[in-house]
């Protein structure tokens, strides 16, 4: 029974593969765009290339099967500076628990913030009316499950919020994933995800009205306008991860992923971490897509290099676990990105 189960999320979501295979007609046409940034310290420092090794609270960006290897109880914190040198930061919070023996369950938090910004009218164009502050959020809610020793999936509900000073837009999406462990020491590792599938949204709010005076009676009305609805930037994650044994106390994981993306170029990325004693884990990653290398055909800030550090010690017998994270993502242009993390493993 489990597996037919493995092999009917399997097929499923290869199917979905196809539906949502990339188009380059449709590049830049999607919104929410914040659900494809990573706010997480460990991850962004392996050039988001780790989804089929990453576990636990971070797997929810990539693959949600990687909660389900959650070993009991994990708590998360992360500021990101995005893109250093335009006021943007993102912070984010999570918690995981795991449930019984094979089930996990977990929550994100992620806000994004851009600063104060002043209020203009058409009357007032030089502000010194107040400001606004847009914010952009997502909240996750997961679930994995181990169906075998071998075979583990999960699904996330999102949901989404952006606004600006008097306009708001809301949503909800879905991420499923699973991840296929092989190996006598479940060295090799296969993971495939759909990510950010929902229905359009939509911004609603006072700021998409109009109020005027018809000149021949002196009648005020107010014309309310509708915006056009924006999909939402759907993506398959496909990737493999190799562990190298190198001895008791040390480890090295490679990761390779591709990335389709429904609204932007696919992306391809190699990362590796090495681990000595889980105490001291030194990470590096890079991500390609079509015209990196071209400054007059990029598409994107990332010119490739992404790199990470976290330093861990254990606080009890029974395996708690507090550890700093840092991650340091190249840009062009501004000043790259910034990530600094905590977390607590119980």
Request: hydrophobic share 40%.
């Amino acid at each position: 029974m489990r597996n037919k189960i493995s092999i009917t999320l399997l097929a499923t979501v290869l199917t979905i593969t196809t539906v949502f295979a990339g188009n380059p007609d449709r590049a830049g046409s999607a919104g929410a765009g914040h659900l494809l940034i990573n706010p997480w310290a460990r991850s962004s420092g392996l050039g988001n290339s780790c989804m089929a090794s990453v576990i636990g609270i971070e797997a929810i960006h990539f693959n949600v099967a990687g909660l389900a290897f959650l070993r009991k109880t994990e708590i998360l914190f992360a500021n990101t500076q995005y893109l250093v040198g335009t006021g943007i930061k993102i912070n984010s919070v999570g918690f995981g628990q795991r449930v019984g023996e094979n089930s996990a369950f977990g929550i994100s938090i992620s806000s994004m913030s851009f600063g104060d910004i002043p209020i203009t009218e058409v009357n007032l164009p030089e502000g010194g009316i107040g400001t606004f502050s847009p914010t952009y959020s997502n909240i996750a809610l997961s679930y994995a499950k181990g169906f075998s020793n071998s075979i583990y999936g999960g699904i996330t509900l999102k949901l989404i919020s952006e606004s600006i000073y008097n306009v708001r837009s809301q949503g909800a999406a879905f991420d499923a994933g699973i991840r296929y462990v092989t190996g006598e020491r479940d060295q090799l590792r296969f993971g495939i995800a759909l990510k950010n599938v929902g229905p359009p949204m939509r911004f609603r709010g006072d700021g998409l009205s109009i109020t005027a005076v018809i000149p021949t009676t002196g009648t005020n009305i107010t014309v309310e306008q509708r915006s056009e609805k924006y999909e939402l930037p759907s993506l398959v994650n496909v990737g493999f991860a190799y562990d190298f044994l190198l001895s008791e106390q040390m480890k090295l994981t490679a990761n390779i992923q591709y990335t389709s993306n429904s609204f932007t170029n696919d992306q391809y990325g190699v990362s590796g971490d090495f681990s000595f004693r889980e105490r001291f884990i030194l990470r590096a990653g890079y991500q390609w897509e079509d015209g990196l290398t071209n400054k007059e055909e990029r598409a994107t800030v990332f010119v490739g290099p992404h790199a990470g550090l976290t330093v861990q010690l254990p606080t009890s017998e029974g395996g708690t676990v507090i550890g700093l994270d840092y991650s340091y993502r190249v840009t062009n242009p501004f000043d790259g990105v910034h990530s600094i993390g905590a977390h607590i493993t119980l």
